[in-house]
């Protein structure tokens, strides 16, 4: 389980087959799970200042792993202890998005992302989604374009990928677990609408 809060950009060293090798001032152990672009991986090696992780065929057919090069994002797993901000991001990439506009928003950028249609029904207004790792707020949704928009403040931009990214993109998604869950629950209720659903996430 993650937070979707990064703990630093990591330089990769090399991505050979199916290892991906990260030199990082974080020092994990064999065995730790961390997420890498917010895809969930398990450690395999260690050295002095780096550490390696292996995709299965599975992630590397889902991931954007044109991303995976110069710089990537890490966060370990959460662990019981730590104070927990962000939101629960399972580490679980859902599909990729495209970034189609980057817009100035006085001091902030507004990024406007398009997934794949079956997956906009987990978008919900104001609601999180998670970003290449990164635990977001969603501002606004066209779902007749798949579309969702984030404003980026200038911290944000700075200390992420997002200062790399341009129309053209790809990113690793991971929607929201509890809209996931949810919308399974209650699928078959047509009764239940979204706006009851984000009043049952607000009581919680």
Same mark, same amino acid.
């Not at 990928?161 to 993109?169: D, H, M, N, V």
């Given at each position: 389980?993650?937070?979707?809060?990064?703990?630093?950009?990591?330089?990769?060293?090399?991505?050979?087959?199916?290892?991906?090798?990260?030199?990082? &001032?974080?020092?994990?152990?064999?065995?730790?799970?961390?997420?890498?672009?917010? #895809?969930?991986?398990?450690?395999? +090696?260690?050295?002095?200042?780096?550490?390696?992780?292996?995709?299965?065929?599975?992630?590397?057919?889902?991931?954007?792993?044109?991303?995976?090069?110069?710089?990537?994002?890490?966060?370990? #797993?959460?662990?019981?202890?730590?104070?927990?901000?962000?939101?629960?991001?399972?580490?679980?990439?859902?599909?990729?998005?495209?970034?189609?506009?980057?817009?100035?928003?006085?001091?902030?950028?507004?990024? &406007?992302?398009?997934?794949?249609?079956?997956?906009?029904?987990?978008?919900? +207004?104001?609601?999180?989604?998670?970003?290449?790792?990164?635990?977001?707020?969603? +501002?606004?949704? !066209?779902?007749?374009?798949?579309?969702?928009?984030?404003?980026?403040?200038?911290?944000?931009?700075?200390?992420?990928?997002?200062?790399?990214?341009?129309?053209?993109?790809?990113?690793?998604?991971?929607?929201?677990?509890?809209?996931?869950?949810?919308?399974?629950?209650?699928?078959?209720?047509?009764?239940?609408?979204?706006? !009851?659903?984000?009043?049952?996430?607000?009581?919680?």
């Amino acid at each position: 389980m993650f937070t979707g809060l990064i703990r630093e950009l990591a330089e990769v060293k090399s991505f050979n087959n199916n290892i991906l090798t990260l030199k990082s &001032i974080y020092k994990p152990k064999i065995g730790d799970s961390i997420a890498v672009n917010g #895809a969930c991986l398990t450690v395999i +090696n260690i050295s002095q200042n780096s550490f390696s992780v292996e995709l299965s065929n599975e992630s590397k057919n889902i991931l954007a792993l044109e991303n995976y090069k110069n710089k990537v994002h890490i966060e370990p #797993a959460m662990m019981m202890q730590d104070r927990f901000e962000g939101h629960i991001v399972q580490g679980h990439i859902d599909c990729l998005g495209e970034i189609v506009a980057i817009n100035k928003n006085g001091n902030a950028t507004d990024f &406007i992302i398009k997934i794949p249609p079956k997956y906009i029904k987990f978008v919900i +207004n104001k609601g999180s989604i998670a970003v290449d790792g990164i635990s977001l707020t969603i +501002n606004d949704i !066209d779902k007749t374009k798949s579309h969702f928009r984030l404003t980026i403040i200038p911290h944000t931009i700075q200390n992420t990928l997002f200062k790399t990214y341009k129309i053209g993109t790809k990113v690793n998604i991971e929607t929201d677990m509890f809209a996931r869950y949810i919308f399974n629950m209650f699928n078959n209720q047509n009764k239940l609408s979204w706006d !009851d659903i984000d009043k049952i996430m607000a009581s919680y």
